[in-house]
């Protein structure tokens, strides 16, 4: 899907203040590329980015579940794999690396699952938060386990 107004060569950038601090959403011609924890700079916004700041927001104060602005994370064929299963984890609920490992093909991936999770562009919307260790625990986030919290938090009040 082509988003109108965008040439194939445009990068777009948008600072939005969350609760979790600011975060900064880039957005090519084919959807929303990559959400950065913190500021690292601002730059034009387009309507793509207007729509994922406002389903962001709303997604924050606990009135959106499911996120429909167009994706284009840029990532190899597993890792690919790897995010639409994420998406596929329902709003609230967690699954381990290994379940994750299991629903792409490669039940004995947990490792590869934990670097493509690692690697993974756009958190929140591809929500890798949802993804915990085998024995129930916290593992990793690229916002910190603090953020990681606070997600599985406000989803778990929300249902």
């Not at 994922?52 to 927001?57: D, G, N, P, T, V």
């Not at 958190?123 to 890798?128: E, F, K, N």
């Amino acid at each position: 899907m082509r988003t109108a107004g965008l040439s194939p060569s445009s990068e777009f950038r948008l600072v939005l203040d969350s609760p979790l601090g600011p975060l900064t959403l880039s957005a090519g011609p084919e959807g929303l590329t990559e959400i950065a924890f913190g500021d690292t700079g601002g730059g034009m916004a387009c309507p793509l980015l207007e729509q994922a700041a406002a389903e962001l927001a709303a997604y924050f104060a606990g009135q959106l579940r499911t996120f429909t602005v167009p994706l284009a994370p840029a990532g190899t064929e597993f890792q690919q794999r790897v995010w639409a299963a994420l998406r596929e984890i329902p709003f609230g609920k967690t699954a381990t690396y290994g379940e994750i490992a299991a629903r792409v093909g490669n039940p004995k991936a947990s490792r590869a699952v934990g670097q493509a999770n690692n690697r993974n562009p756009i958190p929140i919307l591809i929500p890798c938060h949802r993804v915990i260790g085998a024995s129930g625990q916290l593992t990793g986030y690229a916002g910190g386990l603090d953020v990681k919290q606070k997600l599985l938090a406000l989803e778990r009040a929300e249902l």
